[in-house]
């Protein structure tokens, strides 16, 4: 049975997975593995990091222990980056996927679940507000996506 609460959640990740998606499109091969300005974090580190954090919702999301080994992953200062040879290809397959896992966790839920608070990184959140955190995440990482984009000269707003 769908709710609002899970209509509107959902509905709100899936828009926000294709705007991430749509700004990804845009950039070259070059401006994904570059350093914007020769220090700025790759927009391929930052996907990945996306990745990760998505997955480790996905987990809390559904009250299962977190994966740590991500804490050890490769890292450029103190960011998360990509593991050496990680490509477009495996940044959008694993994107897609982590928000597949997000949004079908919310729709498998009760709204009952859905109000229910869990334990999150932020302290106990109910769940349909973390799993709207993930969008959160997304979307402030969509709009470094874009302004690399700009950076490069394309000024056009993909999402329309």
């Known amino acids: 049975m769908s709710t609002p609460i899970k209509d509107a959640t959902a509905g ?11 700004d990804l499109a845009t ?7 570059s350093k914007p300005n020769g220090c700025a974090r790759r927009p391929i580190d930052f996907g990945y990091e996306v990745v990760a954090v998505n ?4 987990r809390m999301l559904q009250q299962l222990p977190t994966d740590e080994s ?5 890292k450029d200062g103190e960011w998360t980056a990509a593991p050496k040879g990680y490509t477009r290809g495996q940044l959008v397959s694993d994107f897609e996927a982590s928000m597949d896992e997000i949004i079908g966790v919310v729709n498998n839920a009760s709204e009952e679940q859905l109000l229910a608070k869990i ?3 932020f302290g106990e959140q109910p769940m349909f507000s973390f799993a709207s955190f ?16 700009q950076l490069g000269g394309d000024l056009k707003n993909h999402w329309f």
């Open 12 to 22: 709100q990740l899936s828009t926000i997975k294709s705007f991430f998606l749509k």
């Open 27 to 33: 950039l070259s091969d070059e401006q994904l593995t």
């Open 55 to 58: 997955q480790g919702i996905a």
């Open 70 to 74: 991500r804490a050890e992953a490769e």
């Open 119 to 121: 334990p999150t990184w």
């Open 134 to 149: 993930a969008g959160t995440h997304v979307m402030y990482h969509g709009a470094q996506l874009a302004y690399v984009a």
